[in-house]
Nanobody
Framework: QVHLVESGGGLVQPGGSLRLSCVTS????????MAWYRQAPGKERELVAG?????????ADSVKDRFAVSRSDARTRNTINLQMNNLKPEDTAVYYC?????????WGQGTQVTVSP
């Protein structure tokens, strides 16, 4: 059973920083792609940042130059991190981690990020 567990969310003031992490467990095969999505109240889930095929990255236009995605654990490559800087109130959302393993996409439970004075 594959599980994804996110951590690092919380409340931060505008201009502040947070670092999210997501660890995948339960699979002998490393994910071929991992990504962060977010969903704000009343909005659809959107891609924030993703990594695939080794080091190829993709960012939403709204977070470019503020967020940085990376994968750690060089041996298993089952962890994805999201460094979020210069946070804005519009970044407030539940952030979800995803991992693609053998053609199936798995999701974490999500972690709340709230940006407010």
């Amino acid at each position: 059973q594959v599980h994804l567990v996110e951590s690092g969310g919380g409340l931060v003031q505008p201009g502040g920083s947070l670092r999210l992490s997501c660890v995948t467990s339960g699979s002998l095969i490393s994910p071929v792609a991992m990504a962060w999505y977010r969903q704000a109240p009343g909005k659809e889930r959107e891609l924030v940042a993703g990594l695939s095929a080794g080091t190829a990255t993709k960012y939403a236009d709204s977070v470019k130059d503020r967020f940085a995605v990376s994968r750690s654990d060089a041996r298993t490559r089952n962890t994805i991190n999201l460094q979020m800087n210069n946070l804005k109130p519009e970044d407030t959302a539940v952030y979800y981690c995803s991992a693609v393993i053998r053609g199936h996409t798995y999701w974490g439970q999500g972690t709340q990020v709230t940006v407010s004075p």
